[in-house]
């Protein structure tokens, strides 16, 4: 099982970012798919997941600004980002649930003017 995350990066206030993370080597269909992310000196805390129903949840501190979204054909989940705030400053880190939690490597995310 892998999982390779992609697209962090340094942004300005206001700015974009869409991060990917390409899922392989699953024997079991993944339950759900999230992502994470944890500041410096803070809990790993949830930032949005998307169940294989394909229903959607967010934290309250992202909602209306990121998105989750899967390309079942390419295993792949990505994670749009719009409206960054230094306060989204973080490693993100893509989960995935088959049976057990799977991490990625994590993507540092630096927002800063």
């Not at 990066?9 to 269909?29: D, E, I, M, N």
């Not at 949830?46 to 294989?52: G, T």
Request: aromatic share 10%; hydrophobic share 35%.
């Amino acid at each position: 099982v892998q999982l390779v995350e992609s697209g962090g990066g340094l942004v300005q206030p206001g700015g974009s970012l869409r991060l990917s993370c390409v899922a392989s080597g699953f024997t079991l269909r993944p339950s759900m798919m999230r992502w994470y992310r944890q500041a410096p000196g803070k809990e790993r805390e949830l930032v949005a997941v998307i169940h294989s129903t394909g229903i959607t949840n967010y934290a309250d501190s992202v909602k209306g600004r990121f998105t989750i979204f899967r390309d079942n054909a390419k295993s792949t989940v990505f994670l749009q980002m719009n409206s960054l705030k230094p306060e989204d400053t973080a490693v993100y880190y893509c989960n995935v649930v088959a049976g057990v939690n799977y991490w990625g490597q994590g993507t540092q995310v630096t927002v800063s003017s």
